[in-house]
């Protein structure tokens, strides 16, 4: 028995010195610009690009009047030029995938709302369909400190996680890897002008295996609580989506349990999903990205709609936040 | 629960520690409650299908035993249709309902059978054969029935074989519940390198490699002939590594606790011979059909077209065995064209003694033809219907398409990421065939322990950091 337990401490650690070599190696060398741990396994994602800039870009002495945190269809459909022209600032920061775990990690760790401000959480459903990871190993090494990072890791319980967290020690952040997208704006924002690229294909999106992980979906309760605390308001919302048969009906199964959270935690939801004035080609990048003609459409549809509900910070709170 | 998963690394550990602190008299409950948890991850109902087979074939057992005669023999009948009934609801309604309904469609009947809207239960052909084994090792007087219910119940359901085997005898692992295991050192280590040799194959090669197979086998009409040649060698090396692998740890995780599993896989790449790779390749499962269909059928007693006909037969069920699908039977049977082509062969003396050969490159030689003929058998394995299959045979042989540029899925991630993944593939093959022999402690005597120690912790370390976790499911799971 001794010996059992003393050969599987010396295992142990041996292999944890391996662990610890292999991690620098393959996150301290480069190749064509990219850590060797990018081209060994995809949940080592590469620094730089819009999920680093969302960081570099936060300036924590501005009051934003509204954030809005979620996937790509956050990042690419919440123009902070049309909300300022309503006389708001906001900061996006949404990332691919991000779900409402990273969101809620995120925003207490790395982007706090001014008290008064408005949230914006865009759930895209199909979000909610993955292990997170796309979302996890790409916030991980652009994060500016390692509290995030540390959070997802133990709220996650994935390996692959902590492989993600183990190369945040070693990586050099200053050393750009994927330069950033000529449609970048700012604040978070990335522009597209491009008509729908992709055809829409029915059959594409009856490929994809939907398997529900609520998990992440009941973060918004943790989210609602802390915003609460900051006395903030959180608004959920859905932009505008290429309609598909297959799309609608995983959507209502996923409204099926979304909406349980919302009478719950009384929360507004503004479903703008199955809108009908956004045309599928005019107003779409592609089957799931509005383009900027839609941008401009939608962010206007959902200023009017927060103003009616009267959602909105008053401007005269804004001026006297920015004196 | 999968072996690489997050779940099993904890499960594991904590069944072992409990079995250990256990008094033996209760081990096997807490064995049984372990396979049942271990079970139940997948589909938790499906636990009940499980339990009807192993109600039926535990009665089964205990009734052949105690009659004689023609009773007997209908107790065994009654046995293995009652076992292979739910097999067949289960697994191969569907396939030939939707045939039949493909034949009534050709023919102008205008008349359809509705398909069952059922999920296959996980490795429901492994545990059938497994309680067919007992049935019909009682029925010869092998094997005494087995009178305690938990202790068979157990030996249907032991939780490292459960789902994709070894298909174990039952003369090799019933006893083996009654005997008092005490923790061991040597049965600890052999157990964890074995398991760490398997997790290796199966998450870091085996699934470093499947998405390459994927992008080339998801459209086989748009791939070039080259690369239609490197997905189906690479899918050679996946399956293997993923099969194997997950034999490995099965037969490792018995052996922490101090059982001993039957070999599955002996590196059956290396085979001079198709009769060869048969006896290292799935042996369990080979040998099964050896003793439970091909020596009742004739075996060697037959000659002449009896005997080939009785080989088509076993690896046509054999093909069938793997999945409702026609591409298994096209698989099965080319297996069995290669066995009668090779006896027949073997008429020939050269080609006798190059089978038999022990000389080093005539071997090589042969494993190599060998393992091309296995290749184009695997294209029907891989493939998702006999129609891709022929495709991808037209596309290597015809070379319509000519290009070294990889599939467009596969570029997603660049160069050097696709030249990492075939950098591993080459490791493996280079060196399966030692480390092989090195996880089963065939140079023990010649190494250091330290040597042993930081081989195994350096592979441990690769599998934590570059193995693919939690993704992809084993493919014999399907089965």
């Known amino acids: ?323 | 629960m999968l072996f690489n998963s997050f779940e099993f690394l904890v499960f594991f550990p904590i069944v072992t520690i409990l079995y250990f602190l256990m008094p033996h008299r209760f081990r096997w409950f807490l064995l049984l409650v372990a396979s049942c948890v271990f079970y139940m991850f997948f589909l938790w109902y499906y636990i009940a299908i499980l339990f009807v087979t192993i109600i039926i074939d535990y009665f089964a057992g205990i009734y052949i035993e105690d009659s004689s005669g023609r009773r007997k023999k209908w107790w065994l009948y009654g046995s293995i249709v009652s076992t292979c009934l739910v097999l067949f609801v289960f697994k191969y309604y569907n396939f030939f309902i939707g045939n039949f309904n493909d034949v009534a469609q050709l023919i102008g009947w205008n008349y359809s059978l509705d398909l069952l809207g059922i999920i296959l239960p996980i490795g429901l052909s492994f545990h059938t054969f497994q309680s067919l084994s007992y049935v019909v090792e009682v029925y010869r007087g092998n094997q005494k029935a087995e009178r305690h219910f938990g202790i068979y119940s157990l030996y249907v359901m032991f939780y490292p074989q459960l789902v994709a085997g070894p298909i174990e005898r039952p003369q090799n692992v019933l006893h083996q519940f009654y005997e008092e295991h005490r923790l061991n050192y040597a049965d600890v280590s052999a157990g964890i390198k074995l398991m760490i040799w398997g997790l290796f194959k199966k998450v870091v090669i085996a699934d470093n490699i499947a998405g390459l197979v994927d992008a080339v086998y998801d459209h086989p009409e748009a791939t070039s002939w080259q690369w239609l040649i490197i997905g189906s060698y690479l899918f050679a090396v996946q399956i293997y590594c993923d099969f194997s692998g997950y034999s490995d740890m099965a037969i490792g995780a018995a052996r922490v606790m101090g059982f001993r599993l039957m070999e599955n896989f002996n590196t059956p790449y290396v085979s001079n011979s198709i009769k060869e790779f048969w006896s290292r390749w799935h042996i369990s499962l080979s040998t099964w059909f050896r003793d439970y269909l091909y020596i009742p059928l004739g075996g060697n007693r037959v000659k002449g077209l009896r005997k080939h006909l009785n080989l088509f037969t076993v690896f046509a069920v054999s093909g069938f065995w793997h999945g409702a699908n026609w591409t298994y039977i096209v698989w099965g049977l080319l297996h069995g064209f290669y066995n009668v082509v090779e006896n027949l062969l073997k008429k020939i003396t050269w080609f006798k003694s190059w089978v038999e050969t022990k000389a080093p490159i005539k071997r090589r030689i042969g494993a190599l033809i060998v393992f091309q003929l296995v290749v184009l058998g695997w294209i029907f394995f891989r493939a998702t219907s006999v129609g891709d299959a022929w495709t991808v045979i037209k596309g290597i042989f015809t070379g319509q398409l000519s290009s070294w540029t990889p599939p467009a899925e596969i570029m997603t991630f660049g160069y050097l990421f696709l030249a990492f993944k075939l950098c591993l593939v080459v490791f493996f093959i280079l060196s399966d065939v030692t480390i092989h022999r090195f996880a089963r402690g065939a140079f023990d005597h010649r190494t250091k322990h330290w040597f042993r120690l930081c081989f195994f912790a350096y592979l441990t370390a690769l599998i934590l950091l570059i193995g693919h976790w939690g993704e992809v499911e084993f493919i014999y799971f399907q089965f």
């Open chain 1, 1 to 323: 028995m001794a010996k059992i337990v003393r050969i599987t401490l010396l295992f142990l650690l041996t292999m944890t010195a391996f662990y610890l070599c292999n991690q620098w190696v393959i996150n301290s060398f480069y190749y064509a610009g990219k850590r060797l741990a990018c081209s060994v396994n995809p949940q080592f994602a590469a620094v730089g690009g819009q999920d680093r800039q969302v960081f570099l870009d936060w300036n924590p002495r501005v009051n934003y009047d509204v954030i809005v945190a979620g996937s790509s269809h956050a990042y690419r459909g919440y123009d902070p030029r049309i909300f300022q022209s309503h006389g708001l600032t906001m900061y996006n920061i949404g990332t691919g995938y991000q779900n409402a775990m990273a969101s809620y990690f995120l925003l207490k760790n790395d982007f706090q709302p001014a008290p008064g401000s408005l949230v914006i959480l865009d759930v895209y459903d199909n979000t909610y369909s993955s292990d997170g990871m796309g979302c996890f190993s790409r916030i991980i090494p652009n994060s500016d400190h390692e509290r995030t990072p540390r959070d997802l890791v133990l709220s996650a319980f994935d390996l692959r996680l902590l492989n993600a967290y183990g190369s945040f020690l070693f990586i050099d952040q200053n050393r750009i890897e994927v330069p950033l997208k000529p449609g970048y704006v700012f604040n978070g924002f990335s522009e597209c002008t491009d008509s729908s690229k992709v055809p829409v294909d029915s059959s594409r999106v009856e490929e994809v295996k939907h398997h529900f992980q609520a998990g992440y979906l009941d973060y918004i309760k943790e989210l609602n609580a802390f915003l609460k605390q900051r006395d903030c308001k959180l608004v959920l919302a859905t932009h505008p989506m290429v309609v598909n048969p297959r799309r609608v009906q995983y959507h209502t199964s996923f409204m099926g349990y979304l909406s349980g959270l919302l009478s719950s935690e009384n929360l507004i939801y503004l479903d703008f999903s199955e809108h009908p004035d956004f045309h599928p080609h005019f107003d779409f990048m592609d089957d799931d990205h509005l383009n900027q003609s839609g941008v401009d459409k939608y962010n206007t549809l959902l200023l009017d709609t927060l103003e009616g509900l009267k959602l909105l910070p008053p401007s005269s709170e804004l001026r006297s936040r920015q004196l």
